[in-house]
């Protein structure tokens, strides 16, 4: 069941909402695991022909990534074509889909999240055997920064920040996840 474009969800009408400042500060980490990412491929390739193509192709796939979210999960978010959506992705959704129901938001969030997990990955694996051959200060430092930036501020930011005011945290798998009591 598709709903037209320009409808917005009445109950979003009493939520939140977020300056375009706000969103941006909930996806600079995913801006920042994305471009050290992109580094990580250059410096540790040394400007090859492999390396540029490795750090080309992951700079890509983080931009479409993000992309990917925005067309097959944000039209199922209540908050599609809203301010209420905390990374603004909602908005930028509604240029490409219409809305859909929302009762599949869970599901199409689990369906299509693994699309982006291997960003979290990809530089590490590809960076940690050349720090090990070939030891660079520069190579380690970005490997470090990047697993600071992917593991802890991101979630950290998305948990406490972004995802912590989404008004639909409750049907969100990834705030399931995190929102567990340790125990």
Known sequence: MKISNNTIDESCSNTREYTFAQELVNNIPYMAMTILGTAIFIVG?????????????????????????????????????????????????????????????????????????????????????IVISKFSWILLVLL?????????????????HGCKDCPQKDLCPWMKIKGKPAG
């Open 45 to 129: 390739f040394g400007n090859s022909l492999w390396g540029l193509i490795g750090a080309a192709v992951y700079l890509v796939y983080g931009v479409a990534g993000a992309f990917w979210i925005m067309i097959f999960v944000c039209p199922y978010c209540r908050y599609w074509n809203s301010r209420s959506c905390p990374c603004g992705y909602g908005r930028i959704a509604a240029r490409f889909r219409d809305k859909s129901v929302i009762e599949c938001f869970e599901e199409k969030f689990k369906k299509h999240i693994p699309v982006i997990v291997p960003l979290w990955f990809i530089p590490i694996l590809a960076g940690l055997p």
């Open 144 to 160: 470090f920064i990047f697993a600071v930036d992917a593991f802890v501020v991101l979630p950290l930011i998305s948990t406490k």
